[in-house]
């Protein structure tokens, strides 16, 4: 099998992987928002769909957001795809940025956050 198959296959194969990975970890993401009874998204979920600023300082932990899907407010239509996770997470900042007690300029939250 020439070489360039081979490199091709395995792309392809990785892409597979990674798409798999997404889709798994989405679904994990939806099911806990729907019922907290269903297993627990990790750090591992959050980071194979991609979404950024967890853990950081002045960011939520995984624990932090996991209430937040945990919440009855919170159903798996609201977080259909990894952009409104993000948008999840870059609500929880604004909120407790703005929320922390000290009056240092935290840009006020959306109506929407």
Do not use: F, W
């Not at 892409?15 to 970890?25: F, K, P, V």
């Not at 729907?34 to 600023?53: L, W």
């Not at 919440?71 to 940025?97: E, F, R, W």
Request: hydrophobic share 40%; with cysteine; glycine share 10%.
């Amino acid at each position: 099998m020439p070489k360039q198959v081979l490199q091709q296959a395995c792309l392809e194969e990785a892409a597979l992987r990674q798409l798999l990975g997404y889709t798994l970890a989405l679904a994990k993401i939806k099911a806990y928002a729907d019922d907290a009874s269903n297993p627990v998204p990790e750090a591992g979920d959050y980071a194979a769909i991609g979404v950024t600023g967890i853990g950081g300082s002045g960011q939520p932990d995984v624990a932090a957001l996991n209430t937040a899907l945990a919440d009855g407010d919170i159903q798996s239509g609201q977080v259909p795809t990894a952009a409104a996770v993000q948008t999840l997470i870059n609500a929880y900042t604004a909120i407790t940025a703005a929320a922390d007690g000290t009056a240092d300029g935290d840009t006020h939250p959306t109506q929407v956050q």
